[in-house]
């Protein structure tokens, strides 16, 4: 028997582990965690696992498909590369010839592989490259930014030696990353103490040594409140402060009225417990954490919740020091080159991104949620080519009805998935992508205290009729009048023509999976760090946020209270499924098949609703059943659901109608956003609740 096994990244969620895959007669058979990579060592999570049943699952496109009936009918034509292919290419120079490459917008999912996506788009003349980051943490991200500089994604936290972490509804152990959540499992067996705030218990608040349940929307209170303590009783770390504060002051009169009992009023945390958290933190500094967040709580005035928080992580004086958060270095920092990139030598774009110009703009472009502006009224240009590649809008924006409706003023929408998504099963056509086992990837780079090049490479050949990326953005550019900025023939040529400028070889690889840009970790002197935001120092007041109609930070604002009989509809992940993608996985939906809604024991007893009970949660113009799951352990405002269930797409036989879809009680919330973090306001959808 043919045993082997090499080394690549995982492509259950977009975290991308690195594993092992062990392959028998050419077939994956087990996959587990890189041993060789610290906090991995073996590792992977539930999802990760199920690889092997996405692999051998038939239920997932096995050719290109060509829509035959009217959108989202289910009626496809199955087609070979080449007509798929020419399909799309002769509706795009149709688009390009009438409305100019600028119509042509690329949606995926971010992170590590973008290099390609973004050389594809841009190869083709057109600025309009999205990701999916409005729905994510568009809010912390811009937050991050406005204090340090950095971004979200170049920034870490150093949980495996932080001595106090505080969570405001960062579930780290079902919404989880598999280092990150060895890293905190190791700093907790060091004596981490936990604070974890959330609306509902979760498995996070049960690991914690403190849960604090929060009124819906309110977290800002608290953060404010955190803050008044920390500058009151002078408990900052006043040495960083003095250097690396533009504008301390300022704060500091800000954040004067909001007291620890007047948050409690808002919180229903008690002052005391307040108190504790900002006074266990201190003593614990600069080895104390408070997180900035991710999905934090997608209010429409999150992005100062998010920004109050990063202001705390400064007070503790925790930048660039054991246990707290890290810059993270690049191949510069290590003194080495890094990767070239794909898209070198391509000239930029004529047009400015679409959402450039738009007036009313929060921080940042690229945002979906203008993209849906911009394709229903043609302004500030048309746009009427989307490709979405590793990306799925109709199950994580709002109201896939509205969605629906802006997208048939699309010619030409194509779907590149390794499963039928919701977006895809709307669109024109599928290109199916080789799954991640049975495809390389560019080499990407991960930056962190130690910098380090990962590569995903193939384990087995695909089962069915598909292709890896690089080739489907290859061959489609070749048709499209920019070959010759896609010349590859191979994944091969591609690594060398990135590692070219490194020194490193592809053989590099073949030992760990992966090469370390330096050997020790990279930290910048205490008394020079560099930030990057326009001052070079950690700003109060921002002259970006001030340019969008923000403020430092805004007086904070009561939330909407629910009307009688109805609930704040909350949502989040579970630790087997990944967002909308998972559902119809055949271990993974053993294991979690539908979605219950949680709701206050003492509310149900109101409604007549037992646990167990089925459920008619409504909106206007929807409503669906599902069980109750009645318990203590949520706000009584609020009621909660797994997001990603409720397929509408009949082929997925095991997750088909299973459940209900978050989304669609997000009616009328598709263009609702935070006006200065530009983050989806998902948080704002009330639902009514009766016994079915
Ligand atoms: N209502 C509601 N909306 C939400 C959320 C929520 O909790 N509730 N969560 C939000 C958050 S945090 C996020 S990040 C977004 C995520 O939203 P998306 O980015 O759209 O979701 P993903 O599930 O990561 O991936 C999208 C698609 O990638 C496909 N895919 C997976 N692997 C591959 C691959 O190897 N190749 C290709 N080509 N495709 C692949 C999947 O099948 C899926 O269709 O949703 C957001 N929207
Ligand atoms: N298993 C699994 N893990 C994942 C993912 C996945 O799909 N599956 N996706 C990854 C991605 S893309 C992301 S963005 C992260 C998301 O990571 P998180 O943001 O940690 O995850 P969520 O589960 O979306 O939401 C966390 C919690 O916010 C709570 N919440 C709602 N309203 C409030 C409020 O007003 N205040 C407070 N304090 N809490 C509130 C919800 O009850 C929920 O428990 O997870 C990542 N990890
Ligand atoms: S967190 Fe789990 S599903 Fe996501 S990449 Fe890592 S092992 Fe895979
Ligand atoms: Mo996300």
Redesign the pocket.
Known sequence: MDRDYVYSMC?M??TRCPIKVETKNGMATWIEGNPHVAGIEGALCAKGSAGLSLEYDHERPQSPLIREGARGEGKWKKATWDEALDYIAERINKIKAEHGAKAIALAD?GGLFTDLTKTFIKALGSPNYLD?DD??AKNVNMAIQSVFGYGRGDMGYDFANCKYLVLFGRNVFESLQVKEVNNILDGMEKGCKITYIDVRATVTASKSHRFLRIRPGTDYAMILALMNVIIKERLYDVEFVNRYFQDFADLESFVIKYTPEWAEKETGIPAFEIMNVAREAAAAKPQAIFHGGW?LSRYIDSFYASRGLYLLNALMGNIEVKGGLIIGKGAKDAGKKGLRSLSEGIPEPQDKIFDATLPGKSLGTGHVVNLYKVIKTGQPYPIKALFA?????M????DPDEQKKVLDNLDLLVS????Y?ETGWYSDVILP?A??LERSNIICIQKGQKPAFFMRRQAMKPRYDSKP?WEIFTLLAHRLGAGQYFPWKSIEEIWNYQLEPTGYKIEDFDEKGFVTLCKDPILMPRDAIKFTTPSGKIEFKSEKIAKVGGQPLAEYKTPKKPEEGTYRLV???SGVH????TQNNIYLNEILPENHLWINDKEAEKLGIKNGDKVEVSTDGYSGVIKAFVTPHIHPEAVFMY?GFGSEIPLKTRSFGKGLR??RF?KGLLETVDPVGGGVA?LEAMVRVKKA
């Open positions: 492509g969620c977009a999912r999916h729905t994510c999905m590649y590793r990306y799925d809008p199950a994580s924006l709002p590149i998935d390794v499963n998504s992508e799954t991640y990326g949502f989040g992940r990944t967002h909308a993608q997001h978050d989304t997000q998902y």
